[in-house]
C-alpha cells in the first residue's frame, strides 16, 4: 500500500475545450448547463456523431518562430497557454525558481498525428512527404510537450505521457515524483489532444461513437462523443509557493493520486472494474482520506455502453450516499488524452465555485447508478470556508487508470 | 525531499537489437572484446505470448516484451509485481504508417484492430495483460531523449514506491513515406529492471540531475552505426559500461538539445 503524501500547491490552471475557452467560460457554461457539442463537419470524409470543437483553431497560426511546430495539437496548446493568464504564470515560475528547474510533463494521446495524416494526403507524385512536411517537428508523438518547453523558455526534465485516455491525468503522479525528489520546483502539467481522422474513424471502427451527442451513464446510452481540449497546470511543493500565485484560489491541493492496470484487455475495461478501483484506493491512501469524506467524483464517463457500467457499479458499492458523482462529457466530449487534465480543471472549478455539475444531455440514468449520480446541478455540502474534497477518474485503453484526488483546502 | 541524487540498482537486464538477441551474448561486443557482425535480427520471440498470439502481436509488442522478460529472468522478479514504464521515441512506426495510409485512401475500412493497437501504450498493455501485472503502467516518449527521460521516470517510480520497476526502451523501424522524417533505421529494444536500494552482487548506480550538453563515452568502433539507428540505442554507452563492470560515470541526454542530462556513476 502507498504512503500518504504531502499536497502540492496548484498555482495555476487553465483548460479550452469546446465548452469555453479559460476558467471562466468553463465556469458558465458548467452553471448554464450549455453544450459544447455540435454536428461533425470536421472529418474528411463524412461521418455522423457529434464532436466538441474548439472554433477557430484553422485561423491561429503560431508565431513564425515556432511555425516548425505547426499542427492543429500545438496551436490548440498555443491558444490554451495564453488563457487565464498561464504563459505569465508559468514565466513567473521560471524566473523564480530558474528555467532549469521547471518541468514539463503533458499527456496526449494522438499528438499531431492530425498533421502526418495531412502529409499522407497530399503526398508528391514521387510518394514523398512535400518538402514542407518534410522540415516539420510534428511527425513524433513528443512534439506537443517539445514545442510547449520551447514556447515557454524551459529547460528542466521534459517528458510526453501517452496512455491512451488516462495521460493527461498521470502527468500529476509524475510531477509529484519530481517534486518530491527534488529534482524541479515546479512543474507544468497538462496535456492536448485534437480532432483527427484517427481517432474519429479509430473510435468509429471499434462501434464506439454515438451519432448523437453523448449520454454518460444514460440507461439508452450509445457511445462516446470525441472532443478536443488544451489545459495546464502548474504544479509547486506547498511549503515553497508562494510568489508565483496570481488570481487562483490559494487553497487548491493535488492531494493523492492512483494508478494501475487492468490486466484484462486492449479496449474494453476489467468487467468488475477492479482496475478502476485499484486506481481509487490507491489515491485515497496516498491523501489519507476515507471514501466518504469525498464529496465529488468526476467520472471517466464516456457513454460507451462498457465504461460507464463498470465505473457506476464501482463507485456504487465503493462510496457513501453523501458522495456526489457525474460526468461532464455532455459539456466537451471526450477530449481522449487530454480528458485528464480537461477533467481535473473542471473539478478545480467545481471546487472553487462550489458548485458540482450534474451529467448533461443525460434523461435517465443507468439502473447500475448508485445515488451518487446527479443530473442537476448541485452545490456543495457544508458553508463556504469548509474543506472540499474530489476525485477525477481516468480510464484508458490498455485497461490504464488513474484517480487524482483534489482539495479546497478550508478557508475559514 | 531535496535529496537531488537517487540511488538504485539494476538487477535486471534485456537488450535485443540487430546483432545483439540478448545481454549474455552482447557484453562481449559491448566490451569491445568481439566486433559486432553485419546481422538481421529475427522477429523476437518473447516466451509470455502463445505462438498465435506472437504471429498477431505488432512488432513494437514482440520486441519490447521480449526484452521486458529478459530483464525480469534475470532480476528473478515477478513481473506481475512490477509497476513498468514503456518509453519509446515513436511507438509502432508500421501501424502509423498503415493509419495514415488508410485514412488517406479508405477512412472507413480503417481496421479496429490496428487502431486500437496504435495507442503508445498498447506494448504496455500488452504486457500487463500477459503477466496479469495490476500495477501502474505508464508509456512515455521524448525525442531523440527518450531513453534519459524514460529512465528518470522510471528510478522516480521506483524511489517513490519503493518497489523494483521495469523500464522498457524501444524503437521500431521506420516505414513508408514517414522513414523521410523518422529516423529509425532498425529496431532497438532494452529493459532494466530498476530496484530503489543498493543490492550486492548487482550495478549500483547514482543518479543526478544536471544542466548542459552530455560527455560521450566511448563506445567500441564496431557498435558506432548501431548508435545512430534507433533512439533507444541511445542506450548503448550505458550498456557498454554496464558490460565492462568497472566503476564509470556516463551521461545521457534527457531534454532536448543538451538542456538537461543525467549524470550516472556507477559502482559494483
Known amino acids: ?412 | 525531499m531535496n535529496a537531488r541524487i537517487l540511488e538504485f540498482t539494476i538487477e535486471g537486464i534485456g537488450l535485443c537489437a540487430p546483432g545483439l538477441p540478448d545481454w549474455d551474448s552482447a557484453r562481449a561486443p559491448l566490451r569491445g572484446e568481439r566486433a559486432l557482425g553485419a546481422a538481421d535480427m529475427q522477429r523476437p520471440s518473447p516466451a509470455l505470448l502463445s505462438p498465435n498470439e506472437r504471429r498477431r502481436a505488432p512488432d513494437s509488442v514482440l520486441l519490447a516484451l521480449a526484452v521486458a522478460e529478459q530483464a525480469c529472468a534475470m532480476a528473478g522478479r515477478d513481473p506481475r509485481t512490477l509497476p513498468n514504464v514503456f518509453a519509446s521515441a515513436y511507438g509502432d512506426l508500421a501501424i502509423n504508417d498503415y493509419l495514415c495510409a488508410e485514412l488517406a485512401r479508405a477512412p472507413l475500412d480503417l481496421s479496429p484492430t490496428k487502431f486500437h493497437n496504435s495507442v503508445h501504450n498498447a506494448p504496455a498493455g500488452y504486457w500487463t495483460i500477459a503477466t496479469g501485472c495490476m500495477a501502474s503502467s505508464s508509456a512515455v516518449s521524448a525525442g531523440a531523449a527518450t531513453f534519459g527521460a524514460g529512465l528518470l521516470e522510471a528510478v522516480l517510480i521506483a524511489n517513490r514506491e519503493a518497489a523494483q520497476t521495469l523500464l522498457v526502451v524501444f524503437d521500431t523501424t521506420t516505414k513508408g513515406p514517414l522513414s523521410e522524417v523518422v529516423h529509425a533505421r532498425a529496431a532497438f529494444a532494452m529493459a532494466f529492471v530498476i530496484s530503489p536500494k543498493a543490492s550486492p552482487g548487482g550495478y549500483v548506480v547514482r543518479l543526478g540531475l544536471e544542466v548542459g550538453v552530455p560527455e560521450l563515452a566511448p563506445l567500441p568502433e564496431s557498435l558506432h552505426d548501431l548508435q545512430t539507428t534507433s533512439p533507444a540505442a541511445a542506450s548503448l554507452p550505458l550498456l557498454a559500461a554496464l558490460a565492462r563492470r568497472e566503476p564509470a560515470a556516463v551521461d545521457v541526454a534527457a531534454g532536448p538539445e543538451g538542456t538537461c542530462r543525467l549524470h550516472l556513476e556507477i559502482s559494483f
Open chain 1, 1 to 412: 500500500m502507498p504512503d500518504r503524501i504531502a499536497s502540492a500547491s496548484i498555482t495555476a490552471y487553465t483548460a479550452t475545450c469546446a465548452a469555453g475557452r479559460g476558467r471562466e467560460a468553463i465556469a458558465a457554461a458548467l452553471k448554464a448547463r450549455s453544450t459544447g457539442l455540435t454536428a461533425n463537419t470536421f472529418t474528411s470524409q463524412s461521418l455522423k456523431c457529434f464532436i466538441g470543437r474548439v472554433a477557430g483553431l484553422e485561423d491561429a497560426a503560431l508565431p513564425a518562430e515556432l511555425s516548425a511546430y505547426d499542427a492543429r495539437n500545438q496551436r490548440l496548446a498555443w491558444l490554451g497557454l495564453r488563457e487565464d493568464g498561464f504563459t505569465e504564470h508559468a514565466a513567473a515560475a521560471r524566473e523564480r525558481y530558474g528555467a532549469d528547474r521547471v518541468a514539463v510533463v503533458l499527456g496526449t494521446s494522438t499528438s499531431s498525428i492530425g498533421e502526418t495524416e495531412l502529409a499522407y494526403r497530399t503526398l508528391g507524385e514521387d510518394g514523398r512527404f512535400t518538402p514542407a512536411q518534410r522540415e516539420k517537428r510534428v511527425h513524433e508523438p513528443h512534439s506537443l510537450s517539445a514545442f510547449v518547453q520551447v514556447a515557454l523558455g524551459l529547460r528542466g526534465p521534459c517528458l510526453t505521457v501517452a496512455t491512451a485516455c488516462s495521460s493527461s491525468a498521470k502527468v500529476f503522479a509524475s510531477a509529484e515524483r519530481l517534486l518530491h525528489a527534488g529534482l524541479a520546483d515546479a512543474v507544468l502539467v497538462g496535456g492536448v489532444d485534437t480532432l483527427c481522422d484517427s481517432v474519429l474513424f479509430g473510435f468509429n471502427s471499434l462501434g464506439l461513437v454515438s451519432d448523437e451527442p453523448c449520454r454518460p451513464f444514460d440507461r439508452d446510452r450509445n457511445g462516446l462523443s470525441l472532443g478536443e481540449a488544451a489545459g495546464f497546470a502548474l504544479l509547486e511543493r506547498a511549503a515553497q509557493e508562494g510568489a508565483s500565485r496570481q488570481g487562483v484560489d490559494r487553497h487548491l491541493r493535488l492531494i493523492g493520486y492512483g494508478e494501475s492496470s487492468d490486466a484484462h484487455h486492449m479496449s474494453s475495461p476489467h468487467p468488475q472494474g477492479l482496475g478502476a478501483e485499484h486506481a481509487i484506493d490507491d489515491a485515497l491512501v496516498r491523501a489519507g482520506l476515507d471514501a466518504g469524506q469525498v464529496d465529488y467524483i468526476n467520472c471517466h464517463g464516456t457513454a460507451s455502453r462498457a465504461n460507464d457500467e463498470v465505473e457506476a457499479a464501482v463507485i456504487a458499492r465503493r462510496f457513501s450516499a453523501r458522495t456526489r458523482a457525474s460526468s461532464t462529457k455532455g459539456w466537451t466530449g471526450h477530449t481522449l488524452g487530454a480528458a485528464g487534465i480537461l477533467e481535473a480543471v473542471i473539478t478545480l472549478i467545481s471546487l472553487e465555485d462550489g458548485l458540482i455539475p450534474g451529467c448533461l444531455n443525460t434523461r435517465v440514468l443507468d439502473p447500475v447508478c448508485g445515488p451518487q449520480f446527479i443530473l442537476d446541478n448541485e452545490k456543495f455540502p457544508g458553508d463556504g470556508g469548509a474543506r472540499r474534497i474530489a476525485l477525477s477518474n481516468s480510464f484508458g485503453f490498455g485497461g490504464n487508470n488513474c484517480c487524482l484526488a483534489f482539495a479546497r483546502e478550508a478557508t475559514t
